[in-house]
T-cell receptor, first 113, second 111 residues
């Protein structure tokens, strides 16, 4: 596989469920990102990791919990989500923190019932 | 004033037309400019990446940056139905990892 792979592609969950989103990059990059894409809004940066260390938490509610066990994998753990959290969640990577461009996965479409 | 303004469209053109997509920005610190293409149910795919003012060409695509006017454009020549997608502009300054995106323009190219 090449590029940035996200699983699952679609997820429907209740407000009390706990689930996790997974991202894997095969580009040898050292920086990884989580973005939220909602309808008619620009992409919003959520979290940034550089060599497994979190460098950014962009005022994201604690019901979203990221994890980066190594430079190739990134997780987003979800619990007690709200209906307004329904969106497309995109993972991206770049060679190093602060270098461009960022390469995106196809995202996880999340629906909260 | 929003940092990046992009007309959301939708924009509908006949096959073979020249398409012009535009973004304006307010932050003079922006130095790196990108255009991403996003097909339905897919992630953004990098199309063009420019650093300085001027034009950059890649096949049917030309990216133009005018820093004095804080204005960037993407031109698509001989547009094809396969160009139908949402086009996102994105920009950042220096070694900043924070990309600022426009809302995207939905383009449809009709056969």
């Amino acid at each position: 596989e090449t590029g940035v792979t996200q699983t699952p592609r679609h997820l429907v969950m209740g407000m009390t469920n706990k689930k996790s989103l997974k991202c894997e990059q095969h580009l040898g990059h050292n920086a990884m990102y989580w973005y939220k894409q909602s309808a008619k809004k620009p992409l919003e940066l959520m979290f940034v990791y550089s060599l497994e260390e979190r460098v950014e938490n962009n005022s994201v509610p604690s019901r979203f919990s990221p994890e980066c066990p190594n430079s190739s994998h990134l997780f987003l753990h979800l619990h007690t989500l709200q209906p307004e959290d329904s969106a497309l969640y995109l993972c991206a990577s770049s060679q190093e923190i602060g270098t461009q461009p960022q390469h995106f996965g196809d995202g996880t479409r999340l629906s909260i019932l | 004033q929003k940092e990046v303004e992009q007309d959301p469209g939708p924009l509908s053109v006949p096959e073979g037309a020249i398409v012009s997509l535009n973004c304006t920005y307010s932050n003079s610190a922006f130095q790196y400019f990108m255009w991403y293409r996003q097909y339905s149910r897919k992630g953004p795919e990098l199309l063009m990446y420019t650093y300085s003012s001027g034009n950059k060409e890649d096949g049917r695509f030309t990216a133009q940056v005018d820093k004095s006017s804080k204005y960037i454009s993407l031109f698509i020549r001989d547009s094809q139905p396969s160009d139908s997608a949402t086009y996102l502009c994105a920009m950042t300054g220096g070694s900043n990892y924070k990309l600022t995106f426009g809302k995207g323009t939905l383009l449809t190219v009709n056969p």
